[in-house]
C-alpha cells in the first residue's frame, strides 16, 4: 500500500507567519495533491502536480504556494499565514488519473494553528 | 465548476440499524462516483466507486447506488456496527477535470454499542 508521510503534524504560528508543510511519497505516483478539511466543507483541493516542477491549481489557491521538487516530495507554503488557514491539512498520491479511478492515498494530515 | 452536496452532517444509530446516506451532485461533465471513509486519527480512504454502467458499487458491506435522472447517489448498509463510526464522504470524479476530485461535506456516523 502507498505510503504518504506528512510533517509537522502540528504547527501553532502566529498571523504572518511563515510555514511550510511537507509530504513525501514512496511508491513513484506521478500525481500528488494538498487538501484542506475543515468541518461542514469536507476537503477542499488547494493544489496539486503530475510531476517534479509541475504545478496546478485547485479549487482553494489563494493564499498558498506549492512546489513539487522531486517526484517523492511536495511542500504547501504559506507565506503570510491568516487565521483563516487554521485547519487540517491533507497530502495524497495516486498513480493515475484522480477521477477516474478515485484511488488517492492519504497521508495522516497535519494541523495548523494560526493564532 | 463540480459541486457535491451532503445533507446530513451527522447521523447517529444503534448497532445492527440500517443506514442510508445520500448526495446530490453537480456537474457538465462525464461523472464518476466514489464514496471515501475517515476514521478517527485517520486519512480518508477509498471506500467503493459507483460505476456508471450498472449504477452500483459495493464493498465490506456497504453498497451505493446511483441515479443519474436526479443526479443523486447513496450509501447504504443493512446493519451497521460500532466499528462503523466514522465520517463518510461522497466524492465526485469528471474525466473533463483531470485528476481533481471533489468532496461533499461529509456526514460523521456514530454508531451506539
Known amino acids: 500500500e502507498a505510503a504518504v508521510t506528512q510533517s509537522p503534524r502540528n504547527k501553532v504560528t502566529v498571523t504572518g507567519g511563515n510555514v511550510t508543510l511537507s509530504c513525501r511519497q514512496t511508491n513513484s505516483h506521478n500525481y500528488m495533491y494538498w487538501y484542506r478539511q475543515d468541518t461542514g466543507h469536507g476537503l477542499r483541493l488547494i493544489h496539486y502536480?503530475?510531476?517534479?516542477?509541475?504545478?496546478q491549481i485547485g479549487d482553494v489557491p489563494d493564499g498558498y504556494k506549492a512546489t513539487r521538487t522531486t517526484q517523492e516530495d511536495f511542500f504547501l507554503l504559506l507565506e503570510l499565514a491568516s487565521p483563516s488557514q487554521t485547519s487540517l491539512y491533507f497530502c495524497?498520491?495516486?498513480?493515475?488519473?484522480?477521477?477516474?479511478?478515485?484511488?488517492?492515498?492519504f497521508g495522516e494530515g497535519s494541523k495548523l494553528t494560526v493564532l | 465548476g463540480n459541486s457535491v452536496t451532503q445533507m446530513q452532517g451527522q447521523v447517529t444509530l444503534s448497532e445492527e440499524e440500517f443506514l442510508f446516506i445520500n448526495c446530490t451532485y453537480s456537474t457538465t461533465g462525464y461523472p464518476t462516483l466514489f464514496w471515501y471513509v475517515q476514521y478517527p486519527g485517520e486519512g480518508p480512504q477509498l471506500l467503493l466507486k459507483?460505476?456508471?454502467?450498472?449504477n452500483k458499487g459495493s464493498s465490506r458491506g456497504f453498497e451505493a447506488t446511483y441515479d443519474k435522472g436526479t443526479t443523486s447517489f447513496h450509501l447504504q448498509k443493512a446493519s451497521v456496527q460500532e466499528s462503523d463510526s466514522a465520517v463518510y464522504y461522497c466524492?465526485?470524479?469528471?474525466?473533463?477535470?483531470?485528476?481533481?476530485?471533489?468532496f461533499g461535506g461529509g456526514t460523521r456516523l456514530t454508531v451506539r454499542p
Open positions: 466524492v465526485l470524479g469528471d474525466n473533463n477535470a483531470g485528476a481533481k476530485l471533489t
Open positions: 495524497a498520491s495516486s498513480d493515475a488519473l484522480g477521477g477516474s479511478t478515485g484511488q488517492l492515498y
Open positions: 459507483v460505476t456508471t454502467a450498472n
Open positions: 502536480s503530475y510531476g517534479a516542477g509541475n504545478l
